[in-house]
Nanobody, 128 residues
Framework: QLQLVESGGGLVQPGGSLRLSCAASGGTLDDYVIGWFRQAPGKEREGVACISKRGLALYYIDAVQGRFTISRDNAKNTVYLQMNSLKPEDTAIYYC?????????????????????WGQGTQVTVSS
């Protein structure tokens, strides 16, 4: 069974950067579309960025477009989320998820918040 572990969260000032990692074990990550999701206190979980199995298709929500970059290194079984120009409204718990469906697209995964496997999350706090 695939297991996902997020890391890289923390406290950062507005305008700062963080890089989140999602490391997989128990399976081969390139069998899955991967997404990064976040949930802020009192809000619903939302898809932030999703990447196709070979990394050729990317999807971002408007709120992070141009500031966040999702990437994957299948040889290392790891997916990354580089977050730049962070804002207080980016504060949330960030989760990664893996979807093994043969037909899921990055857009669909992020919009429907689908996922066969989920990590436990890492806290990102943007505050001065």
């Amino acid at each position: 069974q695939l297991q996902l572990v997020e890391s890289g969260g923390g406290l950062v000032q507005p305008g700062g950067s963080l890089r989140l990692s999602c490391a997989a074990s128990g399976g081969t990550l390139d069998d899955y579309v991967i997404g990064w999701f976040r949930q802020a206190p009192g809000k619903e979980r939302e898809g932030v960025a999703c990447i196709s199995k070979r990394g050729l298709a990317l999807y971002y929500i408007d709120a992070v477009q141009g500031r966040f970059t999702i990437s994957r290194d299948n040889a290392k079984n790891t997916v990354y989320l580089q977050m730049n120009s962070l804002k207080p409204e980016d504060t949330a718990i960030y989760y990664c998820a893996a979807d093994g469906s043969l037909t899921i697209t990055t857009h669909a995964m992020c919009r429907t918040k689908s996922g066969d496997y989920w990590g436990q999350g890492t806290q990102v706090t943007v505050s001065s």
